[in-house]
């Protein structure tokens, strides 16, 4: 990204969480949703006349197990509204009330509860796993307001100040943030101790950001996954927890958010094995709400440009000799 191009981005989050707040709430959903339909009806029809497929559709037709043009138009339309929710979401957040949404009948207890309790209750913390779908950041808000806090990590985007801002707009939500890079220290120390304290860990899980992920298949491809969330668990004895979030709308047109838990996932055959078991999960429930997954980037081996595939071959080959010098010392 060009300095230029940073740094209109910048300004465009900027003017967003300074303008989206101030707009009343059915305006701000009729904006939002025209955006959506706009760029729905914008893809559909390059994808139709000769421009192809974007990505969006290419990642919909793996969950659907069909051809991108056999996706349907109808899809394309609720996920790019679905996307433009997010958004208006986000940039409103910080100035509503998040005790009052945290219990409203449109935000009902996450199903499968049981397993947060059940696991806190054994003293040794909770790794939450969940995909980008539905509002990530309000399931987080109902864990601060039921449970106390929790603790992620930020991409280090550009410009700074960008990053900033996304670390500002978290911890107005209650998230203590700590960088993915660039920080005092590495994360994943800080982490663990957040785990062995008996704390939860929130963690995006589908998207490998620093080539160092560990292959799995997903929906019949391969692609990459963090390995950060399973190594955390292995190492503090953390239950492993996917979390799926998606969003609601009842018979009145009144927006709400669904979320669950799951049970913990079996780590004992190590990293990549509890990765993959992620991975399938994610699968199961992006499958229940495509429309809720905010997927537009590449993230399939075969959507990836030769240049990204040689900085994760590089990234691959150091995670292996870190991994070999590790052996060699234990």
């Known amino acids: ?112 509860l049981e397993h947060l309790d059940e696991a806190l209750a054994q003293g040794r913390g909770v790794v939450f796993v969940l995909p980008h779908s539905g509002n990530w950041d309000m399931a987080g808000v109902w864990l601060v ?76 491809e391969r692609t990459w996954m963090p390995a950060g969330a399973a190594k955390l668990a292995i190492e503090t004895g953390a239950a492993l927890m996917p979390v799926h979030a998606w969003f609601t709308v009842d018979e009145q047109g009144r927006e709400g958010w669904g979320l669950k838990t799951e049970a913990p996932l079996d780590v004992s055959a190590g990293v990549a094995a509890a990765t993959q078991q992620l991975a399938n999960r994610f699968a199961a429930n992006i499958a229940e709400h495509p429309a809720d997954w905010h997927m537009l980037q590449p993230l399939w081996e075969r959507d990836l440009s030769a240049q990204r595939l040689e900085r994760i071959a590089a990234a691959q080959a150091v995670r292996g000799d870190e991994r070999s010098a590790g052996d060699a010392v234990s």
């Open 1 to 112: 990204m060009t300095q230029m191009r940073a740094a209109l981005t910048d300004r465009a989050y900027a003017a967003g969480w300074r303008l989206v707040r101030g707009l009343p709430e059915r305006t701000a959903r009729r904006a939002f949703d025209f955006g959506g339909d706009w760029a729905a009806r914008r893809a559909n029809r390059a994808a139709h006349h000769g421009a192809g497929p974007n990505q969006l559709r290419r990642n919909l037709a793996r969950v659907l197990a069909v051809d991108p043009l056999a996706v349907p138009d109808e899809l394309i339309h609720a996920s790019m509204r679905s996307y433009a929710r997010y958004w208006r979401e986000a940039f409103r957040l910080p100035t509503l009330d998040h005790a009052a949404l945290a219990d409203s009948p449109l935000m009902p207890p996450p199903d499968g």
């Open 145 to 220: 307001q039921h449970y106390g806090g929790l603790t992620t990590v930020a991409e280090r985007l550009q410009p700074e100040s960008l990053f900033e801002r996304f670390v500002a707009y978290r911890e107005s939500l209650g998230f203590e943030v700590f960088p993915l890079t660039g920080g005092e220290q590495p994360p994943f120390r800080q982490l663990a101790q957040r785990l062995r304290d008996n704390k939860v860990v929130c963690l995006m899980g589908e998207r490998d950001l620093t080539g160092k992920g560990v292959p799995v298949e997903f929906f019949g």
